[in-house]
């Protein structure tokens, strides 16, 4: 039930290792609380997952990742963080908690029943559920360059054969309803990368990550790409961080939830 589809290569990695509560989590700012028990799923190289940490110490934090690999590094970047750990586990079998907060971050988008999480995730929380996904179909992107259309052609290709939603932002709030919230504030936010240090960093990341990842190998196994034509994408990656006037953004759909299930939902 989980095809994630970038995998773990270093390029992956990378990207969210950058991520924080402040860029990635901001709409769930506001409600965190010192002594709040956190659960944070797919948590990945624990970044945010370090950042909860800090905003509610003295309480604890338990980050949720499948790849043991992935979490090793999270322990590094948990070194010194005395009130969290992390586990080897997925968003449909959670610890029972409860919890005072759960978050997700990006998680649901490379999973293939995204309301069966998502009630899982309510049944543990006592408090709320916060998640933010990203919405492929929306991003915006300048120069244009029709190779950079085919990436996006086969990024949400290989995520649609595989029976996940690379759109996910935009439907968050009918997961939510559909897992049995009845209590959900939607909002939504954005990143953008446009200097010149942020599209060397985010045009470098994914001219690798088109090549040389998970998605790379699905693309091509799969009869959506060549191996040519990927390389040739990367090219464009690479060309488009190099120009002055390149620009990158992408939404995200969020939602607080704050009921566990609907009466009479199981």
């Known amino acids: 039930m989980t095809a994630y589809s970038q995998g773990h290569a270093a390029s992956v990695l990378a990207s969210q ?7 990635s989590a901001a709409h769930l700012a506001p409600h965190l609380a010192a002594g709040a028990r956190v659960l944070d799923v797919g948590c990945g190289p624990g970044t945010i ?28 970047n948990a070194d010194g963080v005395g009130n969290v750990d992390f586990r080897t586990g997925t968003a449909y ?30 049944r543990v929380s006592r ?5 933010r996904e990203c919405d492929y179909a929306a991003i915006a992107l300048w120069p244009h360059d029709p190779r950079l259309d085919r990436w996006l052609e086969i990024y949400r290709a290989v995520a ?5 939603e690379p759109d996910a932002g935009r439907r968050l709030l009918a997961w939510a309803h559909a897992a049995g919230a009845t209590d959900v504030t939607p909002s939504a936010s954005i990143w953008s990368f446009a200097t010149p240090g942020e599209r060397a960093w985010w045009g470098g990341q994914w001219a690798e990550r088109i090549v040389a990842s998970t998605i790379a190998e699905r693309a091509v ?46």
Do not use: Y
């Open 49 to 76: 997952t370090v950042d909860l940490a800090r905003r509610v110490a003295p309480g604890a934090v338990t980050g949720i990742e499948p790849d043991e690999a992935t979490l090793e590094k999270a322990r590094a």
């Open 127 to 131: 408090g709320i559920v916060a998640v």
């Open 93 to 122: 079998a959670l610890p029972d908690g409860p919890f005072d907060v759960v978050h997700a971050h990006q998680v649901l988008l490379h999973l293939t029943d995204p309301v069966a999480a998502l009630r899982e995730m309510l």
């Open 160 to 164: 649609h054969a595989h029976g996940t």
């Open 221 to 266: 196994d799969g009869g959506f790409a060549t191996r040519d034509e990927l390389h040739d994408i990367a090219d464009a990656w690479r060309a488009w961080a190099a120009h002055p006037d390149g620009w990158f953004s992408i939404p995200h759909g969020e939602v607080i939830c704050r009921k566990q299930l609907s009466d009479g939902a199981s």
């Open 17 to 23: 290792t950058w991520r924080t509560v402040d860029n």
